[in-house]
């Protein structure tokens, strides 16, 4: 039931009918839903771990707001910066590298068939910095280690969007381990770079689709669907 529940939120989430900064309220949506809040906290939750969703101390839930800007500026610089440090890093890989290179695309690969979004970006994570792992360069790698940390939240949030996204990212870390194992170091970076670039333009169109799609909303939605009761049946069919 949550795990409907959260699929039905996401689906209001991504067509703009909730707004960023769109405060959900459990009790209200749980009437709405024909369902008890515990499933609704649980859809919440997972929600958060994908990146559609912020839980605050005294506010509770909200869609999480998005900065197109911010986005442009962090995979912009990961997409300049990683390159060169997987040209530095990669012909000093060990086999005890690829080993491990190959043990994190399978557990990505396994999160992904699982639908586990909240592992996502840390896999992701994990995945690009032990590539980078050998270039030597310590300032570069911290700096790419706060971005990455930085784009964790809206990795899964572009992950979460379509199954074929998830296909592509899966498939080009596989590449990225492998153009390294053959030595085209030239091909690894060229691919990294396409990659950080095609996640950035995935999210800025998702981004501006929903904003020029959004209604103006407000809490006041949630309540009145809440006193029709045919749209609660319908709502709820979906969720149980």
């Given at each position: 039931?949550?795990?409907?529940?959260?699929?039905?939120?996401?689906?209001?989430?991504?067509?703009?009918?909730?707004?960023?900064?769109?405060?959900?309220?459990?009790e209200?949506?749980?009437?709405d839903?024909?369902?008890?809040?515990?499933?609704?906290?649980?859809?919440?939750?997972?929600l958060?771990?994908?990146?559609?969703?912020?839980?605050?101390?005294?506010?509770?839930?909200?869609?999480?707001?998005?900065?197109?800007?911010e986005?442009?500026?962090?995979?912009?610089?990961?997409?300049?910066?990683?390159?060169?440090?997987?040209?530095?890093?990669?012909?000093?890989?060990?086999?005890?590298?690829?080993?491990?290179?190959?043990?994190?695309?399978?557990?990505?690969?396994?999160?992904?068939?699982?639908?586990?979004?909240?592992?996502?970006?840390?896999?992701?994570?994990?995945?690009?910095?032990?590539?980078?792992?050998?270039?030597?360069?310590?300032?570069?790698?911290?700096?790419?280690?706060?971005?990455?940390?930085n784009?964790?939240?809206?990795?899964?949030?572009?992950?979460?969007?379509?199954?074929?996204?998830?296909?592509?990212a899966?498939?080009?870390?596989m590449?990225?381990?492998?153009?390294?194992?053959?030595?085209?170091?030239?091909?690894?970076?060229?691919?990294?770079?396409?990659?950080?670039?095609?996640?950035?333009?995935?999210?800025?169109?998702?981004?501006?689709?929903?904003?020029?799609?959004?209604?103006?909303?407000?809490?006041?939605?949630?309540?009145?669907?809440?006193?029709?009761?045919?749209?609660?049946?319908?709502?709820?069919?979906?969720?149980?």
């Open positions: 039931m949550a795990l409907a529940a959260a699929d039905e939120l996401r689906r209001r989430i991504l067509s703009g009918e909730f707004p960023e900064g769109f405060q959900l309220k459990q209200a949506l749980a009437e839903f024909g369902i008890s809040r515990i499933p609704i906290r649980e859809a919440l939750v997972q958060e771990s994908e990146g559609f969703v912020k839980i605050l101390p005294h506010r509770g839930a909200l869609v999480a707001e998005l900065s197109p800007t986005i442009s500026e962090l995979f912009e610089l990961r997409a300049l910066l990683e390159p060169r440090l997987l040209r530095q890093s990669a012909p000093r890989l060990t086999a005890q590298d690829y080993a491990a290179l190959d043990r994190i695309n399978a557990e990505y690969r396994a999160e992904i068939r699982a639908s586990n979004p909240g592992r996502w970006g840390e896999l992701n994570t994990k995945l690009h910095l032990h590539l980078m792992s050998r270039a030597e360069q310590p300032r570069t790698h911290a700096i790419v280690t706060a971005l990455l940390q784009t964790e939240r809206y990795t899964r949030l572009q992950l979460s969007l379509t199954s074929r996204g998830r296909t592509r899966e498939k080009e870390h590449t990225l381990v492998r153009l390294c194992r053959t030595g085209d170091v030239a091909a690894a970076c060229k691919l990294l770079a396409a990659h950080i670039q095609h996640a950035e333009e995935a999210l800025v169109t998702f981004i501006a689709a929903r904003t020029a799609a959004a209604p103006v909303r407000t809490e006041s939605v949630v309540r009145r669907n809440s006193r029709q009761p045919r749209a609660r049946r319908e709502t709820a069919s979906k969720v149980t």
